[in-house]
């Protein structure tokens, strides 16, 4: 099951229904949920973490946390 | 009638809240804390239109009602409690036009609370080139709910905002979600229960660890006809709220709410590119970190001499112009010098906060926490930490003060107390005065030894913080349940308005919360070294005095002398002057340099016998295996008020009477051991240098932790444990070199 921490520069991924709740609510505030769209926009230099468009909100969070967030990659991009 | 309006200022984190809060109240805005935690209070006044006042409450930034933080938890217990005083009459919820849909959330959750929302759409200067439109009149319907489109760059909007204020009591308290669509079972069940209840209050004090005041959290847990879910359960309801609100939320901005894609993309790709590059993005980071360095370190210099000298001319000012007395005395030696310093740290503090604001209000702080936050790991730090650890490498004030960007307590805490261990530069006195008496001239690979001594104490600093921190993280037992993740917002220039006020405030809190603490103990540390008990100590004047008839100055004395009038006689036959003139004027000179040299002697035999002195001596024993005698006992003793001060101590008893620090140096070279060697010497001078590395000598610095760990407990740890540790390792250097 592809994840967030499986998105490579400039991919997007459509976030997956979810049915276990073990992502933090405020994961969810911030435009978590299914349906949306996640964006990778940079990765920090040592490869963690990583910077994301979760649907218009723009966060960094590490990569043990955007290994529980579960997509369907959507948009292959030239691999840069 | 004028009664005063409370009015809240609710928002997420980088919606320019404190913008609008600066643009309603201006400077008449007080900054405090909360009482019994360290989350900051700002208050301020703002006048209305036809003479009515608001008073208003800027909360601390959140993302919604569910609480993670202590910041979190202080609103939701504010906004449900109808009997504090700063419930509010309105609340504002403040958000940003480019975020609007998670902006809303925090809304909706406000408006359920009965309260009167307006809504303020901040930043609307940046809509035409975001490409946003917004039906305003549309939401406002929607929402049930009154509008301000408002920029504070470009100061449009607030006058809007005073006039929804002052009209609040047409705004309507509707809620906007029925709670009973979150779960149709769990709510019937939970209004049987508690029929007089409001049930979304209800709901947030089954699921939000906060302490309430008005419903008793325990009164539901004991009700026994009632059943609470368990934890994962209500965390599913949790979910499905907010899934809930935001379905309402999306149906209200795709008819009211429109983005222009094409129009958006813009800088903050391209900056990120470069400020957050493998390479680039490191050494533009380190760039930045020099000149702050530059500014904290070297800068600051300038207007801290001048402080320096203005407080040392109010002193003397003093004692020459008031009657001779106790009085006097403590007003120049002991209040005037406690609250110099105090002011001299201002500079810094200054300095540190202009940058470190014009980082936040640009943006580029986040990225800072993103690009460092792989390398704090392993310390149980994260990004946030990086920037207060750096900067304790200039002062450990202004660095502790930073620490409260940091929202996890736990790690906050570690940061604050490791960051004594930075090189401050109150250390470097003490260095370089060492480095130079010990450690031998010559090069290794090009670099002086005495160079790589230098760095090499930064690094020990700066190592032993990391190294305390990985411990910290293993010792303290702190529930902390934040998790990492940093909001990057976009790049804005910084609004000057905003980086005066952090400057001005944090000086301020520095000056009244540590300044109190700085100054009474100044004044104590004063009254030790200026008194004492022994008929040495009384008689001092006519001991010395005899004993100067009897044997002549000290030989240090004479020096001292012979070394002035040496100086100033080549300077002046540089002139020309007359052998005649000269004469007269050498002698003038000598006579006015004996005087001080008499006066120097009567005050370093003061100084010995003070409380202080007599403390130094009962301290030798202990001193003694590290290999110091007991004026540097002393020395040592007067620096755990700062450390700095311990070349003055030293020029004190040694009674050189001067503050240059070459004459200072060659006395101390002069100094003899018991058994006839250099009392500096590399061992006891490596045991010095080692001691100053570690211990906690700076009251300004436990002041501050004081201040802002709200308890004198921590404060009083980092003192015992720094300086016992700094004890044990300047023992073992000691025993080893000797």
Same mark, same amino acid.
């Given at each position: 099951?592809?994840?967030?921490?499986?998105?490579?520069?400039?991919?997007?991924?459509?976030?997956?229904?979810?049915?276990?709740?073990?992502?933090?609510?405020?994961?969810?505030?911030?435009?978590?949920?299914?349906?949306?769209?996640?964006?990778?926009?940079?990765?920090?230099?040592?490869?963690?973490?990583?910077?994301?468009?979760?649907?218009?909100?723009?966060?960094?969070?590490?990569?043990?946390?955007?290994?529980?967030?579960?997509?369907?990659?959507?948009?292959?991009?030239?691999?840069? | 009638?004028?009664?005063?309006?409370?009015?809240?200022?609710?928002?997420?984190?980088?919606?320019?809240?404190?913008?609008?809060?600066?643009?309603?109240?201006?400077?008449?805005?007080?900054?405090?804390?909360?009482?019994?935690?360290?989350?900051?209070?700002?208050?301020?006044?703002?006048?209305?239109?036809?003479?009515?006042?608001?008073?208003?409450?800027?909360?601390? $930034?959140?993302?919604?009602?569910?609480?993670?933080?202590?910041?979190?938890?202080?609103?939701?217990?504010?906004?449900?409690?109808?009997?504090?005083?700063?419930?509010?009459?309105?609340?504002?919820?403040?958000?940003?036009?480019?975020?609007?849909?998670?902006?809303?959330?925090?809304?909706?959750?406000?408006?359920?609370?009965?309260?009167?929302?307006?809504?303020?759409?901040?930043?609307?200067?940046?809509?035409?080139?975001?490409?946003?439109?917004?039906?305003?009149?549309?939401?406002?319907?929607? %929402?049930?709910? =009154?509008?301000?489109?408002?920029?504070?760059?470009?100061?449009?909007?607030?006058?809007?905002?005073?006039?929804?204020?002052?009209?609040?009591?047409?705004?309507?308290?509707?809620?906007?979600?029925?709670? +009973?669509?979150?779960?149709?079972?769990?709510?019937?069940?939970?209004?049987?229960?508690?029929?007089?209840?409001?049930?979304?209050?209800?709901?947030?004090?089954?699921?939000?660890?906060?302490?309430?005041?008005?419903?008793?959290?325990?009164?539901?847990?004991?009700?026994?006809?009632?059943?609470?879910?368990?934890?994962?359960?209500?965390?599913?309801?949790?979910?499905?709220?907010?899934?809930?609100?935001?379905?309402?939320?999306?149906?209200?901005?795709?008819?009211?709410?429109?983005?222009?894609?094409?129009?958006?993309?813009?800088?903050?790709?391209?900056?990120?590119?470069?400020?957050?590059?493998?390479?680039?993005?490191?050494?533009?980071?380190?760039?930045?970190?020099?000149?702050?360095?530059?500014?904290?370190?070297?800068?600051?210099?300038?207007?801290?001499? %001048?402080?320096?000298?203005?407080?040392?001319?109010?002193?003397?000012?003093?004692?020459?112009?008031?009657?001779? &007395?106790?009085?006097?005395?403590?007003?120049?030696?002991?209040?005037?010098?406690?609250?110099?310093?105090?002011?001299?740290?201002?500079?810094?503090?200054?300095?540190?906060?202009?940058?470190?604001?014009?980082?936040?209000?640009?943006?580029?702080?986040?990225?800072?926490? %993103?690009?460092?936050?792989?390398?704090?790991?392993?310390?149980?730090?994260?990004?946030?930490?990086?920037?207060?650890?750096?900067? &304790?490498?200039?002062?450990?004030?202004?660095?502790?003060?930073?620490?409260?960007?940091?929202?996890?307590?736990?790690?906050?805490?570690?940061?604050?107390?490791?960051?004594?261990?930075?090189?401050?530069?109150?250390?470097?006195?003490?260095?370089?005065?060492?480095?130079?008496?010990?450690?031998?001239?010559?090069?290794?690979?090009?670099?002086?030894?005495?160079?790589?001594?230098?760095?090499?104490?930064?690094?020990?600093?700066?190592?032993?913080?990391?190294?305390?921190?990985?411990?910290?993280?293993?010792?303290?037992?702190?529930?902390?349940?934040?998790?990492?993740?940093?909001?990057?917002? +976009?790049?804005?220039?910084?609004?000057?308005?905003?980086?005066?006020?952090?400057?001005?405030?944090?000086?301020?809190?520095?000056?009244?919360?540590?300044?109190?603490?700085?100054?009474?103990?100044?004044?104590?540390?004063?009254?030790?070294?200026?008194? &004492?008990?022994?008929?040495?100590?009384?008689?001092?004047?006519?001991?010395?005095?005899?004993?100067?008839?009897?044997? $002549?100055?000290?030989?240090?004395?004479?020096?001292?002398?012979?070394?002035?009038?040496?100086?100033?006689?080549?300077?002046?036959?540089?002139?020309?002057?007359?052998?005649?003139?000269?004469?007269?004027?050498?002698?003038?000179?000598?006579?006015?340099?004996?005087?001080?040299?008499?006066?120097?002697?009567?005050?370093?035999?003061?100084?010995?016998?003070?409380?202080?002195?007599?403390?130094?001596?009962?301290?030798?024993?202990?001193?003694?295996?590290?290999?110091?005698?007991?004026?540097?006992?002393?020395?040592?003793?007067?620096?755990?008020?700062?450390?700095?001060?311990?070349?003055?101590?030293?020029?004190?008893?040694?009674?050189?009477?001067?503050?240059?620090?070459?004459?200072?140096?060659?006395?101390?070279?002069?100094?003899?051991?018991?058994?006839?060697?250099?009392?500096?010497?590399?061992?006891?001078?490596?045991?010095?240098?080692?001691?100053?590395?570690?211990?906690?000598?700076?009251?300004?610095?436990?002041?501050?932790? =004081?201040?802002?760990?709200?308890?004198?407990?921590?404060?009083?740890?980092?003192?015992?444990?720094?300086?016992?540790?700094?004890?044990?390792?300047?023992?073992?250097?000691?025993?080893?070199?000797?």
């Amino acid at each position: 099951m592809a994840t967030v921490a499986d998105l490579r520069y400039g991919q997007k991924g459509i976030i997956k229904d979810f049915t276990e709740h073990i992502l933090p609510i405020k994961l969810l505030e911030l435009g978590c949920l299914p349906g949306n769209s996640v964006e990778l926009l940079q990765i920090a230099p040592l490869n963690d973490p990583i910077y994301i468009n979760l649907s218009g909100s723009h966060l960094a969070i590490r990569r043990s946390l955007a290994e529980l967030i579960e997509l369907e990659i959507i948009e292959e991009t030239q691999a840069k | 009638m004028s009664k005063n309006i409370n009015v809240a200022l609710i928002g997420n984190p980088n919606t320019g809240k404190t913008s609008v809060f600066n643009q309603l109240t201006g400077l008449k805005q007080k900054v405090g804390n909360y009482p019994g935690i360290t989350v900051e209070k700002k208050e301020g006044v703002c006048k209305l239109p036809r003479g009515v006042k608001a008073h208003i409450l800027d909360l601390p $930034g959140t993302y919604s009602l569910n609480t993670t933080s202590l910041d979190e938890s202080l609103v939701v217990e504010l906004l449900l409690n109808k009997n504090d005083k700063d419930y509010p009459d309105v609340a504002v919820v403040i958000s940003d036009v480019e975020n609007l849909k998670r902006n809303l959330l925090l809304f909706t959750q406000i408006k359920d609370l009965k309260i009167p929302t307006i809504l303020v759409v901040n930043m609307a200067d940046r809509m035409d080139r975001k490409g946003i439109s917004l039906d305003v009149e549309a939401m406002e319907k929607k %929402f049930d709910t =009154k509008i301000a489109l408002v920029s504070t760059r470009k100061n449009t909007g607030i006058e809007r905002i005073k006039e929804l204020i002052a009209d609040y009591k047409s705004i309507s308290s509707r809620p906007i979600l029925d709670p +009973t669509r979150i779960s149709p079972e769990y709510f019937d069940r939970l209004k049987k229960t508690f029929p007089q209840e409001d049930l979304y209050k209800l709901w947030l004090v089954i699921t939000q660890d906060v302490n309430f005041m008005p419903i008793e959290k325990k009164r539901i847990q004991d009700a026994t006809d009632f059943s609470t879910k368990s934890k994962d359960d209500l965390k599913k309801l949790q979910h499905k709220e907010t899934v809930l609100r935001y379905q309402l939320i999306n149906n209200i901005l795709k008819e009211t709410y429109k983005v222009d894609f094409m129009a958006a993309k813009g800088l903050r790709a391209s900056l990120d590119k470069i400020l957050t590059h493998k390479i680039f993005g490191y050494l533009i980071f380190f760039a930045i970190l020099l000149l702050i360095f530059q500014a904290i370190f070297d800068w600051s210099g300038y207007p801290m001499d %001048f402080i320096d000298e203005q407080f040392a001319m109010a002193a003397e000012w003093i004692k020459n112009t008031l009657p001779p &007395g106790v009085f006097t005395d403590l007003l120049a030696e002991g209040i005037i010098a406690g609250i110099g310093g105090i002011v001299i740290f201002i500079p810094q503090i200054a300095f540190l906060f202009l940058f470190i604001s014009l980082l936040e209000e640009s943006g580029y702080m986040s990225r800072v926490v %993103f690009l460092m936050d792989r390398l704090m790991r392993p310390f149980g730090l994260s990004g946030k930490s990086v920037v207060p650890l750096i900067s &304790g490498n200039a002062c450990a004030i202004p660095a502790i003060m930073a620490t409260r960007t940091i929202e996890n307590w736990k790690e906050r805490l570690i940061t604050i107390l490791v960051t004594p261990f930075t090189t401050c530069s109150a250390r470097l006195p003490v260095y370089l005065i060492l480095i130079a008496l010990v450690i031998p001239e010559g090069t290794v690979l090009g670099l002086s030894y005495q160079a790589l001594t230098l760095m090499l104490l930064y690094l020990i600093g700066f190592g032993m913080a990391l190294l305390s921190a990985m411990v910290l993280n293993k010792i303290l037992k702190i529930k902390s349940r934040s998790i990492f993740m940093v909001e990057m917002p +976009t790049y804005r220039l910084p609004l000057l308005k905003n980086v005066v006020y952090t400057v001005i405030e944090k000086t301020k809190s520095f000056v009244l919360g540590a300044g109190k603490i700085i100054l009474a103990i100044s004044i104590v540390l004063w009254f030790l070294g200026s008194n &004492g008990y022994s008929e040495d100590f009384q008689d001092a004047d006519r001991i010395v005095t005899e004993r100067i008839e009897n044997e $002549g100055l000290s030989i240090y004395s004479k020096n001292y002398i012979q070394n002035n009038v040496a100086s100033y006689r080549e300077s002046v036959e540089a002139e020309g002057m007359s052998p005649s003139a000269l004469q007269d004027s050498i002698q003038v000179l000598t006579t006015e340099l004996s005087e001080r040299a008499v006066a120097q002697e009567i005050a370093s035999y003061k100084l010995k016998h003070s409380y202080i002195g007599q403390a130094g001596k009962a301290f030798e024993p202990i001193v003694k295996p590290l290999g110091y005698d007991w004026k540097i006992g002393i020395a040592v003793l007067t620096s755990f008020a700062a450390r700095e001060v311990f070349v003055g101590t030293l020029a004190t008893i040694y009674s050189v009477g001067s503050d240059e620090e070459e004459t200072i140096k060659n006395r101390m070279a002069a100094e003899l051991d018991d058994s006839g060697k250099p009392l500096f010497n590399l061992a006891s001078g490596i045991s010095l240098m080692l001691f100053y590395a570690f211990a906690m000598q700076c009251m300004s610095t436990l002041a501050i932790v =004081k201040r802002e760990t709200n308890s004198w407990k921590w404060p009083m740890i980092q003192l015992g444990f720094m300086s016992v540790f700094a004890y044990i390792i300047a023992l073992i250097a000691y025993q080893i070199l000797i």
